[in-house]
């Protein structure tokens, strides 16, 4: 493989697989930020148990996808970009953060990225 594209992939690899596990483990502390804070009220009503309970679900199936990303990074990549397209759709419907809807979207498509990097990770030794 091109030593540029593998430097890309390397790069794109350990960013989707260890901002989700980082991100995901704060859910259960709220260092970087109060998580329950991104949950639209109405959604909210609509969950059987505290929003905190909901955010520390959300953490265990981020750190889940970081480490799939680590491990067999084709599919991790594309449950990654399929959670942060999730994530930013939610937000954008409840109109609440949609500067981080665009931000979850702009990193999805680097997931999407990374997971057709992998899936083509074969370069002629030719080119």
Not at 28 to 41: D, G, H, R
Request: glycine share 8%; net charge neutral; aromatic share 12%.
């Amino acid at each position: 493989m091109n030593s540029n594209v593998q430097l890309v992939k390397t790069l794109l690899k350990y960013t989707f697989g260890l901002v989700p596990i980082v991100a995901g483990l704060d859910k259960f502390v709220n260092i970087l930020t109060n998580w329950t804070q991104y949950i639209s009220e109405g959604f909210a009503g609509l969950l059987p148990f505290e929003p905190t309970v909901f955010m520390m679900i959300v953490g265990i199936i981020e750190i889940i996808a970081g480490l799939l990303v680590l491990t067999k990074t084709k599919i991790g990549a594309y449950v990654v970009s399929g959670w942060l397209v999730a994530i930013a759709l939610t937000l954008i419907f409840s109109w609440s953060y949609v500067d981080v809807a665009v931000r979850d979207i702009v990193m999805a498509i680097g997931a999407f990225s990374l997971a057709e990097l992998s899936k083509n990770s074969y370069v002629r030794a030719n080119n």
